[in-house]
């Protein structure tokens, strides 16, 4: 299982930034798909999940309105929007089967002015 996560950077507040995470390894139609967070000095939070069928699942809410996940053939998107400067954190791909979970290496997205 391989995810490989792309897109993140630095960012004014206001501004917008798409990630994505390719997915390989496993039967990426077969699963949900999950982005969380980390800032520093804090607890990895799950930021949205996508089910199999492409229904949004678990959007936190400090992200509702803003950010919109979405799939397609192998990879998971983050649509993020209006991002304000506690967006700031490593954003992870991740999905979990047999028991088993599994991470990409992260992108780190920065909002600052």
């Known amino acids: 299982v391989q995810l490989v996560e792309s897109g993140g950077g630095l960012v004014q507040p206001g501004g917008s930034l798409r990630l994505s995470c390719v997915a390989s390894g496993f039967s990426f139609s077969n699963y949900v798909m999950n982005w969380y967070r980390q800032a520093p000095g804090k607890e990895r939070e799950l930021v949205a999940g996508?089910?199999?069928?492409?229904?949004t699942r678990d959007l936190a809410d400090s992200v509702k309105g803003r950010f919109t996940i979405s799939r397609d053939k192998n990879t998971v998107y983050l649509q993020m929007n209006s991002l304000k400067p506690e967006d700031t954190a490593v954003y992870y791909c991740?999905?979990?089967?047999?028991?088993?979970?599994?991470w990409g290496q992260g992108t780190q997205v920065t909002v600052s002015s």
């Open positions: 996508i089910t199999s069928d492409g229904g």
């Open positions: 991740n999905v979990r089967f047999y028991g088993s979970t599994y």
